[in-house]
């Protein structure tokens, strides 16, 4: 890879970075988490509309990860939980990611730290 390669991938992942700070901000600013902004996100732009949540549940559950079950207070309700299985694949990929995300934070803010250097030391246009 030339040092221009390098460039751009770091100026991405510095913009990615920052992108999804910035839209972790505006979800709260909304009332939503991260996650629920995801979710509505996912729903509003998958062609298929709702009908994907509903697909996604479905593969979820014929993988055994997931079950469906009727609201005892209101029947027109199905709630979705974890199954046994599901709870197990999830407690093993919660450390491994927490444990990737520790391992590229000190990385991502050296890559942050040398392109900011970088920016300021580079007169822009004009």
Do not use: C, Y
């Not at 890559?111 to 920016?119: F, K, P, S, Y």
Request: aromatic share 4%; charged share 20%; proline share 5%.
């Amino acid at each position: 890879m030339t040092p221009s390669d390098f460039e751009n991938l770091l100026a991405f992942r510095t913009s990615l970075r920052r992108f999804l700070h910035w839209s972790q901000t505006q979800a709260r600013a909304v009332g939503l988490t991260a996650a629920q902004h995801q979710l509505l996100v996912a729903i509003k732009g998958h062609p298929g509309g709702q009908d994907s949540v509903v697909e996604l549940v479905d593969r979820a559950a014929t993988a055994g990860v997931v079950t469906r079950q009727r609201d005892a207070e209101d029947g027109r309700l199905t709630r979705v939980a974890l199954t046994a299985d599901g709870e197990a694949r999830l407690a093993r990929l919660g450390p491994a990611h927490l444990d990737e995300l520790r391992n590229l934070a000190p990385v991502l803010d050296q890559l942050v730290a040398e392109w900011a250097a970088h920016t300021e030391a580079t007169p822009g246009p004009g």
